[in-house]
């Protein structure tokens, strides 16, 4: 079977990978790592003389931009070479979910907002994001009551290093509403 038929094939699919939690909406699977991988290009930090908060602020609307379009390599860059997770991931485990869940749906729309910004020392910083996973573009807070989406809050920890930034650990949960106002 060449690898076009046999990726087709979600029984085969179901055989060959591991389980791994998502929720179906409108038919398509939304894993939570999809946030993640949106989380990790808030990570980033751009070259120019703007303050450390409105660096990684300029970098939601791109994330959103870059997470949809599905940029798997630009994910990937912004995962610190030691990160870990309190669920036993590291930095090759997160590029493999991202690269997987990025295969598995061919549209993603995210909703993102920023809570809180901290900076413990120069060059590490912590950032609350809430994110909103839908089947189709949501415009505003007031959509999300309406329709059916899957809502995460990461706290990450974030580690600059040669004038960038990266995330070294990320913890989720289910969010709320009330998260995203």
Known sequence: MDRLNTDCNPGWRAQRQPSLPTVTLNGIHWPPWIVLALAL?????SRDAASPEAQIRALVAQAQVAAEA???????????ADYADAQGNDHKAIENLIRLHLLRNQTIHLFIRIGAIAFPQPDRATVRVAAAMAGRPVASVGELAGMNADLYRFDLELVQRDGEWHVQRATWEPARLDDFW
């Open 41 to 45: 290009l808030l990570a980033a930090c």
């Open 70 to 80: 599905r940029d798997a390599p630009a994910l990937r860059a912004l995962i610190a």
